[in-house]
């Protein structure tokens, strides 16, 4: 489909510019130009239909060439009014003015202090061809200029506010984006690794048939990761929706050699992140409590889902841990408005409690 949008703003100007073109033409419009200078007015003939050219046809690379658009506009009308034809397209040196101001990136300063020189040159040409604009019209059409140059200025500046506030707003996202990726990974590589890592250390005491149980839990918890990894990769496909079922997550915790009892109240709502706060919070048990008894217990109400993870006792580290993950899931709730807490319990043990709005 065409952009109808994008359509007009390439083609306001050359329209403006082909209508001044068509109008200076015209006889009946040639009185109506711009007079300045107090030279009589005369018939038009070659240099005519050329200074009309250079300042109507020119505003066609306004958008691509605003100061080269703005000096033929400027020479165009120079010979207009110092030849006296006084021609309809006189009107369009504010719009290359106001254009300059607008869209030129670049010899913004060189363009502004070229043209004020060239206006006074402009100005002190008359006398020597008999004729002279009063000071106070000097001046008026000097400032008149200035203001329309000033307004494209405005214009530049509001563009160039703009596109630095999107990209600010698009580095923002990224970096967004970024953390809730690594957030993701942390969460879903951490808890793998970590049961893996306890069921290896185990397996090292076994033999015969527990032996390849364990390594079999060991490669069926890889293969857990693997699909999870997928499902993170395809974050960008909306189609996909990753498993986030808590009791296939609670059963490989537990085969994984920790105790947990599990409790969810109501209908079950899929909650990317109480799944997390449970994934994590499985993940320090195995760590830090392997063994030890867990329990999760989950309540889905009409306005919020609210987990709760206990460990009975603290044990000794078993994997080491920066704590990023307990911090990761702090930002994650806080992101939703929820609320998070987690530590050690009253009678031992720690516990990670998270209410998430529903």
């Not at 400027?74 to 254009?99: C, E, R």
């Not at 306890?198 to 918890?221: C, M, N």
């Not at 490989?252 to 799944?275: K, N």
């Not at 806080?334 to 009678?347: H, L, N, P, Q, T």
Request: net charge positive; hydrophobic share 45%; with cysteine.
């Amino acid at each position: 489909m065409i952009n109808l949008r994008r359509v007009s703003k390439h083609t306001v100007f050359p329209l403006i510019g082909l209508l001044l073109f068509v109008g200076s033409l015209l006889p009946s419009l040639q009185t109506f130009g711009t007079q300045f200078g107090g030279l009589p007015s005369r018939p038009y003939d070659a240099l005519a239909v050329v200074a009309v050219a250079l300042q109507a046809l020119s505003l066609a690379g306004c958008r691509r060439w605003p100061i080269a658009v703005l000096t033929l506009v400027v020479a165009g009308f120079a010979i207009d009014q110092l030849s006296g034809y006084h021609s309809f397209a006189g009107s369009a040196l504010p719009a290359a003015v106001l254009n300059a101001g607008w869209r030129a990136d670049r010899g913004r300063r060189a363009a502004a202090i070229g043209c004020t020189g060239a206006y006074l040159a402009f100005v002190a040409a008359f006398p020597l061809r008999g004729g002279g604009e009063p000071a106070a019209g000097v001046v008026a059409f000097y400032l008149s200029l200035v203001v329309v140059w000033g307004i494209g200025a405005w214009l530049r500046s509001t563009r160039v506010a703009e596109a630095e506030r999107r990209r600010r707003v698009a580095e923002e996202t990224r970096a967004a984006e970024r953390a809730r990726i690594a957030r993701e990974l942390h969460d879903v590589v951490t808890h793998h690794v970590t049961a893996m890592v306890v069921q290896t250390e185990s397996a090292r005491y076994l033999s015969g048939d527990r032996l390849d149980q364990t390594l079999a839990t060991v490669t069926g918890t890889g293969r857990q990761a693997i699909a999870e990894l997928r499902n993170l990769l395809d974050v960008l496909n909306p189609g996909v929706q990753p498993d986030l079922a808590l009791g296939t997550l609670v059963e490989q915790t537990r085969r994984a050699g920790q105790p947990v009892e599990f409790t969810e109240v109501g209908p079950p709502v899929e909650s990317g992140v109480a799944y997390r706060v449970v994934q994590e919070a499985l993940t320090n048990a195995l760590k830090h409590a392997h063994g030890s008894p867990t329990s999760v217990q989950v309540r889905h109400g009409d306005e919020d889902i609210t987990v709760e993870v206990r460990t009975d006792r603290e044990a000794d580290a078993g994997v080491g841990g920066g704590g990023r993950g307990l911090a990761g899931l702090r930002d994650r709730v806080d992101g939703v408005g929820g609320d998070f807490s987690a530590g050690r319990g009253e009678g031992g043990g720690f516990y990670v409690r998270a209410r998430i709005p529903a």
